[in-house]
């Protein structure tokens, strides 16, 4: 119900609860975060050179959630800041989690 995008995109819908949470991780501590992706898919095969958007969802308060994209060109180097959408009548909150940017190594 918070992230309804990320059950979506990520296919977790239909799975069990015991997959689910060996994916999802608690909220994290404030700070800086980085996530990395090694470039490979699912079953740890590398994936094509190519183009790949990025997405963050984060739950805000209560239905407030904001969502980050970014476009990557997967072989080439660079910086790419993500766009914010945020969801919501709440607006106190929409400084709780950004900028986000994507670096591709």
């Not at 990320?6 to 015991?18: D, E, H, I």
């Not at 980050?68 to 766009?83: F, K, N, S």
Request: proline share 6%; charged share 20%.
């Amino acid at each position: 119900m918070s992230l309804p995008q990320w059950v979506r995109q990520s296919g977790l819908a239909g799975r069990s609860r015991a997959h689910v949470d060996a994916l999802a991780r608690p909220t994290p501590q404030a700070g800086a975060l980085v996530y990395t992706w090694d470039g490979t898919n699912y079953a740890g095969q590398p994936v094509a050179p190519g183009e790949y958007r990025v997405f963050v969802e984060a739950s805000l308060r209560w239905e407030n959630r904001v969502v980050h994209t970014a476009t990557i060109r997967l072989g080439e180097a660079g910086r790419v800041a993500a766009t914010a959408r945020h969801y919501g009548d709440g607006t106190a909150e929409r400084g709780m989690i950004g900028p986000v940017t994507v670096t591709v190594f």
